[in-house]
T-cell receptor, first 113, second 118 residues
Framework: GNSVTQMEGPVTLSEEAFLTINCTYT??????LFWYVQYPGEGLQLLLK?????DKGSNKGFEATYRKETTSFHLEKGSVQVSDSAVYFC????????????FGTGTLLAVQP | EAGVVQSPRYKIIEKKQPVAFWCNPI?????LYWYRQNLGQGPELLIR????????DSQLPKDRFSAERLKGVDSTLKIQPAELGDSAVYLC????????????????FGPGTRLTVL
């Protein structure tokens, strides 16, 4: 079945450092891909999405590009802030237009001042 | 606008006891989801409702778990009896989706209920 594999955490960075969190997927067809973020004590929030190959999703300085050839959707940010500290989940939509999400295990990001 | 509301936020019970979780989705959202998130894992879908109908409950352990969504609004997820392995965070999410939808309809998540079974 479809699945998502995420880079294990925690990832600890200093403020203004460059961030990459790796995500690869296994799927039949070309599912939509997502990054969700979970801040402490809050529910998951959609951070960005891409619905087809070569699409780039972006939001709040974060970017991820849908790479069909490498089945990847890596999350990047050029300069992280302390407020970016959270758990980041990569996900795909299972089965096409079903709205069913399959999540990775999550990556904890800790940004130090 | 209020987000998805869940209660309680925390629950501690002894094994073999029953427990129930409640979810109030965002007003106007017709689709409701229950997920379970084990420690260090991503959420896994348990059941999805479209209005009052459970359209995907393939991952719900039906021997001990049950859910209902009366009137297509609030929903309750129940476990009876609870087992040690049920300790997890139970997440509720909602979205607005039509039968003609061919694109992803964003799911909005509540803060979850953290269940500890002793």
């Amino acid at each position: 079945g479809n699945s998502v594999t995420q880079m294990e955490g925690p990832v600890t960075l200093s403020e203004e450092a460059f961030l990459t969190i790796n995500c690869t997927y296994t799927a039949t067809g070309y599912p939509s891909l997502f990054w969700y973020v979970q801040y402490p004590g809050e529910g998951l929030q959609l951070l960005l999405k891409a619905t087809k190959a070569d699409d780039k999703g972006s939001n709040k300085g974060f970017e991820a590009t849908y790479r069909k050839e490498t089945t990847s959707f890596h999350l990047e940010k050029g300069s992280v802030q302390v407020s970016d500290s959270a758990v980041y989940f990569c996900a795909l939509e299972d089965g096409g237009a079903t709205n069913k999400l399959i999540f990775g295990t999550g990556t904890l990001l800790a940004v130090q001042p | 606008e209020a987000g998805v509301v869940q209660s309680p936020r925390y629950k501690i019970i002894e094994k073999k006891q029953p427990v129930a979780f409640w979810c109030n989705p965002i007003s106007g959202h017709n689709t409701l989801y229950w997920y379970r998130q084990n420690l260090g894992q991503g959420p896994e879908l348990l059941i999805r409702y479209e209005n009052e109908e459970a359209v995907d409950d393939s991952q719900l352990p039906k021997d001990r778990f049950s859910a209902e969504r009366l009137k297509g609004v609030d929903s309750t997820l129940k476990i009876q009896p609870a087992e040690l392995g049920d300790s997890a965070v139970y997440l509720c999410a909602s979205s607005f989706r039509t039968s003609q939808s061919r694109s992803y309809n964003e799911q909005f998540f509540g803060p979850g209920t953290r269940l500890t079974v002793l």
